[in-house]
């Protein structure tokens, strides 16, 4: 089905993007903030099994792969150098940011999926947990200080615009 295709490729490019994002935010975690590396490097590992998840069910499926993967990778590792650089509490505004906007979306993707595509649902599922973990550390971590909305507005909407132009590719 054309739109459960859809949702796989969306989630897979997504969580391509996820792990750019970590890679990026523990380049300059290893050099200015050593205490949340740990933390970071186990996001990714979480982001990785995410990917890998989906990546599996694109190729056993036979289903194409978003023609942006390497834009969605240069975008995701551009942001995670931003937001490392803007300090610390940025890199789990930043996270927070985009959890909020991708569990509002897997929230929609598992509706539908239920009615539609069982071993896809699960999947979705499973994940939603590890990025709900993530939000919430990422919300008690970050920071409510007014200077931090508008990072949060920026990665929130640069988030649904990857999303929904990779509905589009
Ligand atoms: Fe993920
Ligand atoms: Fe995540």
């Not at 969580?15 to 975690?29: D, H, K, P, T, V």
């Not at 929230?107 to 999947?123: N, P, S, Y």
Request: contains cysteine; charged residues 25%; aromatic residues 12%.
């Amino acid at each position: 089905m054309i739109e459960v295709e859809r949702i796989l490729r969306v989630d897979h490019a997504g969580e391509f993007a996820a792990i750019n994002i970590y890679r990026s935010q523990l380049y300059i975690a290893r050099h200015l903030y050593k205490d949340i590396v740990p933390k970071l490097e186990e996001m990714l590992s979480h982001e990785q099994q995410h990917f890998d998840t989906f990546d599996r069910i694109l190729q056993s499926r036979d289903i194409r792969h978003c023609y942006a993967l390497s834009f969605w990778a240069f975008g995701g590792a551009t942001l995670g150098f931003l937001t490392a650089l803007a300090g610390r509490n940025a890199i789990w505004v930043c996270t927070d940011s985009i959890e909020s906007t991708v569990l509002h979306h897997l929230e929609w993707q598992l509706d539908f999926l239920e009615k539609h595509d069982q071993e896809v649902h699960d999947a979705v599922f499973s994940i939603k947990a590890d990025e709900q973990e993530h939000q919430e550390f990422g919300r008690s971590q970050g920071s409510n200080s007014l200077i931090y909305k508008p990072i949060f507005w920026v990665v929130e909407k640069s988030t649904e615009f990857a999303i929904w132009l990779s509905t589009k590719l």
